[in-house]
């Protein structure tokens, strides 16, 4: 039972913040400097959570051609870097992934 108390205890607990956001939001000002700032959380929240899985994947630090992961990535910082365009970067990243680990698949096997 107490397991149940917890998980409605949090689930509380967030909704009461993201809801005090949105109730606060329009009677709230943010200074200019912070409001500079904030345009690169999203990024920086991004790039904290893909790196890793880029450069280690299954946990071993790896910079081969062999790491479909890092190349995929470095195509898709390419593309982020010409066009600014989140969608497309996000797209031509993942089929550039799909197409290396097909390509891999199909000659080295399982």
Avoid: C, Y
Avoid at 37 to 56: D, G, H, T
């Amino acid at each position: 039972m107490s397991d149940w108390i917890i998980i409605l205890g949090m689930g509380l607990i967030t909704h009461s913040q993201r809801l005090s956001m949105i109730i606060t939001s329009g009677r709230l000002t943010i200074s200019e400097p912070l409001r500079r700032a904030l345009r690169f959380a999203p990024p920086a929240v991004l790039s904290a959570i893909i790196l890793p899985e880029m450069l280690q994947p299954g946990g071993q630090l790896d910079f081969s051609l062999g790491n479909e992961r890092l190349l995929a990535g470095l195509v898709a910082i390419l593309i982020a870097w010409r066009t600014k365009n989140m969608v497309l970067t996000v797209a031509i990243g993942m089929v550039t992934l799909w197409i290396l680990q097909f390509i891999n698949q199909a000659l080295f096997g399982p």
